[in-house]
């Protein structure tokens, strides 16, 4: 392993064990770079240590001790903080707490903005720098800066406590987790950023290993089953070749739908199963439209939203006919949720267009085209436009 892949394995865990005894995330910070530029000087000289984690942890552990012994404000935790500097030279058999399943509920905790979590969690789990998370969440670099400062300052102001909840208060808070993983596969979804859903993914397998919930592990099918299809797109699941999906991350998505699925039901294994079916198929006509559906409606119960009751539409269309689906998606029209989401105006103009009403068609991919939020989808709206008058 080279010194970047130890970094990145190692630094969420890193700070999540040093927020946890210090309280104090800005601190926690500040020495976790600290011991990652004393690593980038020793480490090409000495070589990787065989546990560099617990390297890591020693030497992050004495530089915050040595700034809070120049800090007489924090004079009275030194004799705690020098316990904790004791256990960082323990035996060589110790290894590192992982302490990062406390990390993700602190970043995704309720008292947050909801548009702050994802980014957080980018910030102090993925290790993103802020340039970056700004990248993902596509917003000028100062702005994603005052959206980390404020939520940082939310968290010491409000004493967000840096704990996984007890298991009464878990129903409650998994779920603000859980969406904040998976904001930030939909953002690299979308933006056909392959590097951020990748990283998505791989947070989303230590959520899962550190917490096995049900859904916890539907998510992780669910990103999974998705972006097995990633080479196939832009092209509509349709027209997508499959030849081209990841068979093996099918696979592995289809045994983790079986898990999530056990002793019961939620929101992402159900949104994983519609798509398990997906992956399954040889070809769209092939497709098990009416198990689709069937998955729909259970979904509707579960988390009912236009963006659910939309695709149910679509899957309506391919089992009952394009009138069928377009009738319910009529119905959605005044849904201020859709009003300017484009993947609505993209499938009733695909279903315009299916019943031969192409004036129409042509009207509601112009109006997607103007409602896209990304080159790519813009690109991909004008082929089908194109496809519809050469």
Same mark, same amino acid.
């Given at each position: 392993?080279?010194?970047?892949?130890?970094?990145?394995?190692?630094?969420?865990?890193?700070?999540?064990?040093?927020?946890?005894?210090?309280?104090?995330?800005?601190?926690?910070?500040?020495?976790?770079?600290?011991?990652?530029?004393?690593?980038?000087?020793?480490?090409?000289?000495?070589?990787?240590?065989?546990?560099?984690?617990?390297?890591?942890?020693?030497?992050?552990?004495?530089?915050?001790?040595?700034?809070?012994?120049?800090?007489?404000?924090?004079?009275? /935790?030194?004799?705690?903080?020098?316990?904790?500097?004791?256990?960082?030279?323990?035996?060589?058999?110790?290894?590192?707490?992982?302490?990062?399943?406390?990390?993700?509920?602190?970043?995704?905790?309720?008292?947050?903005?909801?548009?702050?979590?994802?980014?957080?969690?980018?910030?102090?789990?993925?290790?993103?720098?802020?340039?970056?998370?700004?990248?993902?969440?596509?917003?000028?670099?100062?702005?994603?800066?005052?959206?980390?400062?404020?939520?940082?300052?939310?968290?010491?102001?409000?004493?967000?406590?840096?704990?996984?909840?007890?298991?009464?208060?878990?129903?409650?808070?998994?779920? %603000?987790?859980?969406?904040?993983?998976?904001?930030?596969?939909?953002?690299?979804?979308?933006?056909?950023?392959?590097?951020?859903?990748?990283?998505?993914?791989?947070?989303?397998?230590?959520?899962?290993?550190?917490?096995?919930?049900?859904?916890?592990?539907?998510?992780?099918?669910?990103?999974?089953?998705?972006?097995?299809?990633?080479?196939?797109?832009?092209?509509?699941?349709?027209?997508?070749?499959?030849?081209?999906?990841?068979?093996?991350?099918?696979?592995?998505?289809?045994?983790?739908?079986? /898990?999530?699925?056990?002793?019961?039901?939620?929101?992402?294994?159900?949104?994983?199963?519609?798509?398990?079916?997906?992956?399954?198929?040889?070809?769209?006509?092939?497709?098990?439209?009416?198990?689709?559906?069937?998955?729909?409606?259970?979904?509707?119960?579960?988390?009912?939203?236009?963006?659910?009751?939309?695709?149910?539409?679509?899957?309506?269309?391919?089992?009952?006919?394009?009138?069928?689906?377009?009738?319910?998606?009529?119905?959605?029209?005044?849904?201020?949720?859709?009003?300017?989401?484009?993947?609505?105006?993209?499938? /009733?103009?695909?279903?315009?267009?299916?019943?031969?009403?192409?004036?129409?068609?042509?009207?509601?991919?112009?109006?997607?085209?103007?409602?896209? %939020?990304?080159?790519?989808?813009?690109?991909?709206?004008?082929? /089908?436009?194109?496809?519809?008058?050469?």
């Amino acid at each position: 392993m080279n010194v970047e892949q130890v970094f990145r394995e190692e630094r969420g865990r890193l700070l999540a064990t040093l927020v946890k005894r210090f309280g104090d995330l800005d601190l926690a910070e500040e020495v976790t770079s600290d011991a990652v530029e004393a690593a980038l000087r020793h480490w090409p000289v000495d070589g990787v240590p065989d546990r560099p984690g617990a390297w890591l942890l020693t030497t992050a552990r004495r530089k915050a001790v040595d700034r809070l012994r120049r800090d007489r404000v924090h004079a009275a /935790r030194l004799a705690l903080l020098q316990v904790e500097v004791s256990r960082a030279d323990a035996p060589a058999g110790e290894a590192l707490p992982d302490e990062r399943l406390e990390l993700f509920f602190t970043c995704a905790h309720p008292a947050l903005p909801e548009e702050d979590r994802g980014a957080l969690t980018l910030r102090f789990l993925a290790g993103f720098t802020t340039p970056e998370v700004a990248r993902a969440y596509l917003v000028p670099v100062t702005t994603m800066q005052q959206r980390i400062v404020r939520a940082k300052k939310k968290i010491s102001q409000a004493r967000i406590p840096f704990r996984v909840p007890d298991p009464h208060e878990l129903p409650e808070r998994l779920p %603000g987790v859980l969406q904040a993983v998976y904001s930030i596969f939909t953002e690299g979804y979308a933006a056909q950023r392959d590097d951020l859903a990748e990283e998505a993914i791989r947070l989303a397998r230590i959520l899962q290993r550190l917490l096995p919930d049900r859904e916890a592990t539907g998510l992780l099918a669910l990103m999974l089953l998705v972006h097995a299809r990633r080479a196939a797109r832009p092209e509509l699941l349709e027209d997508q070749d499959r030849t081209l999906w990841d068979r093996d991350m099918i696979d592995e998505g289809r045994a983790l739908v079986e /898990r999530a699925l056990t002793g019961g039901y939620g929101p992402y294994g159900v949104q994983a199963a519609i798509n398990a079916v997906h992956d399954e198929a040889p070809d769209c006509e092939g497709t098990d439209w009416a198990q689709i559906v069937a998955l729909y409606d259970v979904l509707a119960k579960l988390a009912p939203s236009p963006v659910v009751a939309l695709n149910r539409a679509a899957a309506v269309a391919m089992r009952d006919g394009a009138a069928a689906g377009l009738a319910l998606l009529d119905e959605l029209a005044g849904e201020p949720r859709l009003r300017d989401y484009h993947p609505f105006r993209a499938a /009733r103009a695909d279903l315009l267009h299916r019943l031969g009403r192409d004036d129409e068609a042509v009207r509601a991919y112009r109006e997607a085209i103007e409602l896209a %939020g990304t080159e790519s989808e813009r690109d991909f709206l004008r082929r /089908r436009l194109a496809g519809i008058r050469p």
